[in-house]
């Protein structure tokens, strides 16, 4: 059928639009509005967070390389806030990079461990647990602290073109098709849906999803200890629980800051494509059949588990991975791998870096697509694209918007050096200097 043409009403003009509040998107107004741009950032649920808080995603990890830290800036601020209202634990610097027994007891099950690293005890890393409700709340306060715009309820469904020039974007609102006119737009959406409506190249990228969950009333000590007394027994446990879940990390459940309340982040369920409604009602029903069974199997049968209740189910299906932007560099595996340096790169995960190139659109102007959507191989965006990583590439996608506009040139002519001199000024880590030595992580499948 043909949509009949209709007028919809400008509701806002703004120097950057930001399109989605996930963790790069609030990184990205953020760093944008401290460049001096008018910013607005659109967000289609009513609350920020993506996969960090409705996707109740809830440990912020590939923040080291190594036993130094890459990832800084705005998300090194996201945990600073967590923490001062009680929503964040990670280990402190005495426990961190060392392999020990008695430090695995206690930090594996925060999810607080280097998953990059060989062996089967692995080193304890800086990576974050924290509360998806708190996340909500920060996110909300670095918005308004920083004086962004923001339009909650608004769903893109349209670019709006000039040519090849993206020069805003339409929104479904409560009230209807609504019109916002920007001089740069960030594709945030976590799914490329802007480069994709635009008519930029991308790629369809499939990997498994999860409905993430979350018990509580668990007597989390009791728990904790069973497993340390009693090995071999819990080992089979887990591992009957994770057949019942037929999918899932090596553990499959980990706790939160909230006392009795652990996320488990599985099931892992394959074959779905992320951008069919048909496909994303199924797995919602197989996830929910799964997660029933599996927490009658641990209520009945795992020591701690007795008391325990379903708290709740993720409000969005996690989506690791859909479509991906074939930007003007695709970065690749064994880039990451590797990790291969560039000379523009602007953002740090781990121990890899990001070209400024891999936000960058073909053919499209006046457009960044930053995040999980960016430029990347499927195999490659597996690995590249935990949240800390995304808010620092957000950020940068923000600061090149406006550097490119306060020197008046294309998003894609900007000066790189300029934007990694401005992401160092806001306290990130753009990884503009070559490292002296090169050397290659021993990497393990380790995605999440
Ligand atoms: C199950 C699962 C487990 C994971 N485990 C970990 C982990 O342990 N640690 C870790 O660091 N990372 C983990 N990740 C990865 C991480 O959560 C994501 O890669 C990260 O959140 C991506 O951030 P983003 O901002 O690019 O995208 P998203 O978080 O997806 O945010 C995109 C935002 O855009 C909005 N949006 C989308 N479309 C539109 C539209 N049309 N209009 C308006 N707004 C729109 C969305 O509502 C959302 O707010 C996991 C991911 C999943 C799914």
């Known amino acids: 059928m043909l949509e009949p043409s209709r007028r919809v009403p400008i509701v806002a003009e703004t120097d950057v639009l930001v399109v989605g509040g996930?963790?790069?998107?609030?990184?990205?107004?953020?760093?944008?509005?401290?460049?001096?741009?008018?910013?607005?950032?659109?967000?289609?649920?009513?609350?920020?967070?993506?996969?960090?808080?409705?996707?109740?995603?809830?440990?912020?990890?590939?923040?080291?390389?190594?036993?130094?830290?890459?990832?800084?800036?705005?998300?090194?601020?996201?945990?600073?806030?967590?923490?001062?209202?009680?929503?964040?634990?990670?280990?402190?610097?005495?426990?961190?990079?060392?392999?020990?027994?008695?430090?695995?007891?206690?930090?594996?099950?925060?999810?607080?461990?280097?998953?990059?690293?060989?062996?089967?005890?692995?080193?304890?890393?800086?990576?974050?647990?924290?509360?998806?409700?708190?996340?909500?709340?920060?996110?909300?306060?670095?918005?308004?602290?920083?004086?962004?715009?923001?339009?909650?309820?608004?769903?893109?469904?349209?670019?709006?073109?000039d040519g090849d020039r993206v020069t805003g974007a339409i929104f479904e609102t409560p009230a209807g098709r609504q019109a916002i006119r920007a001089k740069v737009v960030v594709d945030a959406s976590g799914d490329a849906a802007v480069a994709a409506q635009a008519g930029a190249p991308i790629e369809h990228g499939r990997y498994f999803v999860t409905l993430v969950h979350r018990y509580g009333g668990v007597d989390t000590e009791r728990a904790l200890r069973f497993e340390i007394e009693h090995q071999e027994e819990a080992t089979a446990l887990n591992t009957e629980a994770k057949r019942i879940l037929g999918g899932s990390w090596d553990m499959w459940w980990l706790l939160t800051p909230l006392p009795g309340v652990v996320w488990c982040n599985c099931p892992h369920m394959r074959g779905y494509d992320t951008t069919s409604v048909e496909d994303l009602t199924k797995a919602e029903f197989e996830a929910r059949g799964k997660i029933a069974a599996t927490f009658r199997f641990a209520k009945e049968n795992i020591p701690g588990f007795e008391r325990s209740?379903?708290?709740?189910?993720?409000?969005?299906?996690?989506?690791?991975?859909?479509?991906?932007?074939?930007?003007?560099?695709?970065v690749t595996q064994d880039d990451i791998r590797e990790a291969r340096w560039f000379p523009d790169s602007i953002a740090r995960g781990r121990d890899y870096f990001t070209p400024y190139r891999a936000m960058v659109p073909r053919r499209i102007e006046q457009l960044l697509v930053t995040?999980?959507?960016?430029?990347?191989?499927?195999?490659?965006?597996?690995?590249?694209?935990?949240?800390?990583?995304?808010?620092?590439?957000?950020?940068?996608?923000?600061?090149?918007?406006?550097?490119?506009?306060?020197?008046?040139?294309?998003?894609?002519?900007?000066?790189?050096?300029?934007?990694?001199?401005?992401?160092?000024?806001?306290?990130?880590?753009?990884?503009?200097?070559?490292?002296?030595?090169?050397?290659?992580?021993?990497?393990?499948?380790?995605?999440?």
């Open 309 to 330: 209740y379903l708290l709740d189910a993720a409000s969005q299906m996690g989506v690791r991975q859909g479509r991906l932007l074939l930007g003007e560099y695709v």
């Open 371 to 448: 995040g999980r959507c960016y430029s990347a191989t499927p195999i490659a965006q597996r690995s590249s694209r935990e949240i800390g990583p995304c808010i620092v590439m957000g950020q940068a996608a923000g600061v090149a918007a406006a550097v490119a506009l306060e020197a008046d040139v294309a998003v894609r002519d900007v000066d790189v050096a300029a934007v990694q001199r401005r992401l160092r000024a806001q306290g990130a880590d753009p990884g503009d200097e070559r490292p002296v030595a090169h050397h290659a992580m021993a990497t393990a499948d380790a995605e999440r």
């Open 22 to 161: 996930g963790p790069a998107g609030v990184g990205a107004a953020v760093a944008a509005r401290r460049e001096g741009a008018r910013t607005l950032l659109a967000e289609r649920y009513p609350y920020l967070g993506g996969m960090a808080s409705g996707g109740m995603v809830l440990v912020i990890d590939d923040m080291m390389d190594g036993p130094r830290q890459t990832v800084l800036g705005i998300a090194q601020e996201y945990v600073e806030r967590l923490e001062e209202i009680g929503a964040a634990v990670y280990p402190p610097v005495t426990d961190r990079y060392r392999v020990d027994r008695a430090l695995w007891d206690k930090w594996a099950r925060w999810g607080a461990i280097d998953l990059y690293a060989h062996g089967h005890m692995k080193p304890i890393t800086y990576a974050v647990a924290f509360d998806p409700d708190a996340w909500k709340r920060v996110s909300n306060d670095m918005l308004r602290d920083a004086d962004v715009e923001l339009r909650l309820h608004s769903w893109f469904s349209n670019a709006i073109l």
